[in-house]
């Protein structure tokens, strides 16, 4: 392949991912000005190691990072090195997913990112039996925020909030009330609607 190739390849890949020159040294190892200048042709021998890292950072293989495939696989290889498996789990204290859900991003997903399985019904119609919520726990909490708590050793699906003074409410379809005795395990980010059992 040829460094023109290679440094239009690079590009597409870091740009799909939302990555900047930055964020991918970062993840690769590889400085900044080197990703700059290879993406720009030079160096005109970069090496098999350095490549590697650079597919590493980006999350996809070294073959198709250089193009060891067909080129008219090139988009399908970047559009499916843009879903991200994340785990489902049961419960909260499980260390083994029971399922994966799949969801197509612009970016790598953290790994703060956790599914679970709801079971029962929580704040309804929103949330409801069968869904799967997708929690992140490093998220910071912004009024409105649906989030994964746990009070008395029960899981439940709260709305989060903060008053003019300062401070913190859970709502339900019970009502409102204190963080006291509350531990948030995560901010909902999306869920996935369970339409039919099957």
């Known amino acids: 392949m040829t460094l023109e190739t290679l440094a ?3 590009k597409a890949f870091r740009e799909a991912k939302g990555l900047t020159k930055y964020r991918l040294s970062k993840l690769s190892g590889i400085s900044e000005t080197y990703i700059y200048r290879l993406e720009l042709g030079f160096p005109k021998n970069p090496r098999r190691d350095t490549l590697q890292k650079l597919a590493r950072g980006l999350n996809i293989t070294l073959a198709q990072l250089v193009g060891e495939t067909a080129p008219s696989d090139t988009w399908q290889l970047v559009e499916q090195s843009l879903k991200a498996y994340i785990p489902v789990y049961a419960g909260i204290k499980d260390m083994e997913p029971i399922d994966y859900v799949v969801s197509t991003r612009a970016k790598i997903p953290p790994e703060t990112l956790r599914g679970y399985r709801i079971e029962g019904l929580f704040l309804e119609p929103e949330i409801r039996d069968g869904d799967t919520l997708i929690v992140d726990s490093a ?6 925020d649906l989030v994964l708590v746990e009070m ?4 439940a699906v709260e709305r989060y909030s903060e008053d003019s003074d300062g401070r913190q409410w859970l709502a339900d379809n019970s009502g409102k009330y204190h963080l006291e005795g509350v531990l948030i395990h995560g901010v909902i980010t999306e869920y996935v609607r369970k339409l039919r059992q099957m």
């Open 152 to 155: 008395e050793g029960e899981i």
């Open 8 to 10: 239009a390849r690079l």
């Open 139 to 144: 998220t910071t909490l912004v009024n409105g």
